[in-house]
């Protein structure tokens, strides 16, 4: 008999191909107390995250309309978010170069209007007294939200201190007592000889000086008149441009100038971008790096030290008051509105809240490229919730909304096991082939993995996990996991070291995370969640993503053992 020729078409191949990819994560042992230590934070702000805006953007963020007609909704929906993940509402600071240019103009017809200058940044910015009535409308913000005004300073001509006196005055009268946390005056002072506006010999000196009559003027015509209680101090002062950036502007030099000779500070600020555009700027080794954040945002130490170091400033506050990934705003969206950008904001926010800083802001603006959301329309782009939000909610709800107090704490990580490469094994009708992919270790050091431990009330709440190695959905192969065992304490115990009998044998966790890895600028997710402008800013369920995921205790050691994925976060609920 004849025997018939094989037939083997291109869709019967595809069946007959197998593929087997084994590879063996590397595994990662933490071991957090189960209360904090000493070398644990100080108490944290709930709205320890919070916001900076520009003042030539607050209308966008804060109305919508061409005058500010209406309430922009889009704005406060996510603003609310904040708020029901920290019980507070995000505090908001309205400043900026733009601030810093700004005249107030009684009989102005429009709310605002600016000349365009570089990064977005406007060469001057006119309002009038409308713009403060309705950018400061209690309908636009969660209630309770408290607001930090930047006042100019920068112009030196005759009119300028009668200017800044009437923004006061306008600011005051729209904002309240019960939502002013303070007056600033000045942005970044320490730049002004190389903007042209102060003579090159200008130094922190004349800086305190010129200060201490503005702030003086608004305290005698705009504070006192208004009632506001003459105990508490209404200014925040400083606002330099750089960590340890320029060793003649810093905390203590300010404060050896006298800043504070009459009592008036609240807080101190200093601001910082850690990044520009340069050819080593990258999103892998620049902003997916713990050890750089650690390295750039330890340079505070010095300034709460020193806050520290006398009764006359223990009571005074650092924040940083004016912050995000790079300083140069436009045009590095692959670097900064990316889920990598996500990650890294995670990372920045927990850092600087375990080094005891009193509250961060992120700066924001609607053409910024590191923006949470873009709040309105532009002509090029539509209004959007952007990948740097995620890292806002994510780590919002690290800190969460317990009424006692919260401390963070970053934990040791000790590797126990090592990378394998993976095998690509494909068996065809036409014999078998081994072919051997190397997958690239993940790198489980502290540069590319970072962990923290929350504690509420001196006991171990929640754990985050950001897994820092980069991935993305073009890699030539399959995402990379981390396996962590977590060596939990057998039950959460208060401080005295009393057992919590109410511990639960599972823990609950959450998964930052988008399918195309680092470098994906859309369809993220935490906990399965998704905001969108077309929900106005509401959180929408993605059925196919994982939501709120349990986990279960080890019957042993009450150990729990999580994957987190290559350019993922993961936030742990010990309580179940």
Excluded at 65 to 71: A, H, I, N, V
Excluded at 267 to 282: E, F, K, M
Excluded at 335 to 356: C, K, M, N, P, R
Excluded at 469 to 485: A, D, K
Aim: charge should be negative.
């Amino acid at each position: 008999m004849m025997k018939q020729a094989l037939s083997c078409p291109i869709y019967l191949l595809s069946l007959l191909l197998s593929s087997l990819v084994t590879y063996t994560a590397a595994q990662v042992l933490i071991t957090p107390p189960a209360n904090p230590l000493d070398s644990a934070s100080k108490p944290v702000a709930n709205n320890f995250v919070s916001l900076s805006i520009a003042i030539h953007f607050f209308q966008d963020y804060s109305r919508t309309g061409t005058e500010g007609e209406l309430p922009n909704t889009f704005s406060r929906n996510l603003l609310s978010s904040l708020q029901e993940s920290t019980f507070l509402a995000p505090e908001i600071r309205i400043g900026g170069t733009s601030a810093d240019r700004t005249t107030y103009i009684p009989s102005q017809n429009t709310t605002i209007l600016q000349v365009s200058g570089a990064n977005g940044i406007p060469l001057n910015v006119t309002l009038n007294q409308k713009w403060f009535q309705q950018c400061f409308d209690e309908e636009n913000f969660p209630s309770g939200t408290k607001f930090i005004f930047d006042l100019p300073l920068m112009r030196n001509d005759s009119l300028a201190l009668n200017n800044t006196i009437q923004g006061s005055q306008w600011a005051l009268e729209a904002i309240g007592e019960r939502r002013l946390e303070a007056f600033e005056i000045g942005n970044e002072e320490d730049l002004y000889v190389g903007q042209g506006v102060v003579p090159a010999n200008w130094t922190v000196v004349d800086y305190v000086v010129r200060w201490k009559i503005f702030s003086s003027a608004v305290s005698e015509r705009a504070l006192v008149p208004s009632g506001l209680d003459s105990n508490k101090k209404w200014f925040q002062g400083l606002a330099f441009s750089g960590l340890g950036a320029n060793p003649a502007w810093t905390t203590q030099t300010a404060f050896n100038a006298n800043v504070n000779e009459n009592s008036t500070l609240k807080s101190v600020s200093l601001h910082n971008y850690p990044a520009g555009t340069a050819p080593w700027v990258n999103l892998g080794n620049t902003f997916m790096n713990h050890t750089a954040i650690v390295a750039n945002l330890s340079q505070v130490k010095d300034d709460i030290a020193f806050l520290g170091s006398s009764p006359s400033t223990d009571d005074i506050v650092f924040n940083l008051g004016e912050t995000n990934i790079d300083f140069t705003n436009l045009n590095m969206d692959q670097f900064e509105g990316v889920l990598g950008s996500a990650l890294w904001t995670i990372d920045y926010i927990l850092y600087a809240a375990s080094l005891s800083i009193n509250r961060i802001y992120l700066h924001q603006g609607t053409t910024f490229g590191y923006a949470a959301w873009q709040p309105i329309a532009t002509t090029s782009s539509p209004a959007k919730v952007r990948t740097p939000w995620y890292g806002l909610k994510f780590a919002a709800e690290a800190i969460g909304s317990h009424q006692g107090p919260i401390q963070i704490a970053p934990l040791d990580i000790v590797v126990v096991t090592s990378n394998l490469s993976f095998t690509n094994t494909n068996t065809t009708a036409f014999g078998n082939s081994t072919q051997t992919q190397s997958v690239p270790a993940q790198l489980l050091t502290s540069e590319k993995i970072s962990a923290y431990a929350v504690y509420e009330s001196s006991s171990l709440a929640r754990i985050a996990l950001i897994n820092f190695n980069e991935w993305n959905g073009t890699t030539p192969y399959p995402r990379p996991s981390t396996v962590f065992r977590i060596s939990l304490p057998p039950s959460n115990s208060d401080n005295t070291g009393n057992s919590n009998s109410s511990q639960s044998n599972s823990v609950s966790t959450r998964l930052l995370t988008a399918p195309n890895g680092a470098s994906a600028d859309t369809d993220l997710t935490f906990g399965g969640i998704m905001w969108n402008y077309t929900t106005q800013g509401l959180p929408q369920r993605v059925e196919s993503v994982p939501g709120i995921v349990q986990v279960e205790r080890s019957t042993g050691d009450g150990s729990i053992t999580v994957k987190v994925g290559a350019s993922e976060a993961l936030l742990i609920d010990i309580r179940g």
